[in-house]
């Protein structure tokens, strides 16, 4: 079963390295785009750069995943309703801050979890009374384990897992599909000046890519680069006496 063809895909967090790249590969195929983000309106340039380039409409949507309280009203206000929604949303931020700042850690856990399940759970229940829908969600390897390293976002990363899981489970059957996107490293400003091994860090293109092959394809869940799954079966087999002396 495939995606028909040239519904909008709206994508949510598009001021992202990997969203701004995802609304050029749907856009690419002929997709209307609706890009939300803060501040949208600093993204005009990249919205004529899409019209032009590609030929499809793109318009623009204020959006704030902290703002739940307008997330019903965002989605109301949209030209129309999407036919595949991506939330690029998330933050990764600091560990040392958030164990320091629980103001800082919230921040996180609210930006990754919290408000992405939020305006994803509102547009999925929109797509199930319309009968067709996809919804992406893109997660990360991060929230397979707990890391010493990054736990606060990665607990947050857990949460989004299991909630896109839960959501594809219940829908499954009323026409609408669940896309769990797992990234590990990728190129982006958010990793910027990090060390990155190569064979493990996607660049944002191919992020996007791996998302509209899982769309059309109706794959549940997606890793990016593909040796992130036996990786991932590893650390999530080590017993957890073992686990805690990696300080991963």
Known sequence: MTTPDHVPVLVLGARSDIGRAVAHVFARTGHPIQLAARNVRGLEAMRADLALRHGVPVTLHEFDVLAIETHVAFVDALPALPGIAICAVGLMGDQGASERDPVAACLVMRSTYEGPASILGGLAERFAVRGTGVIVGISSVAGERGRATNYVYGSAKAGFTAFLSGLRNRLHGRGVHVVTVLPG??????????????????APDEVAEAIRTAVMRRRNIVYTRRVWQPIMAVIRLLPESLFKRLHL
Request: no cysteine.
């Open 185 to 202: 490293f990728v190129a982006t400003k958010m990793t910027e000046g990090m060390e990155l091994p190569a064979r493990l860090t996607a």
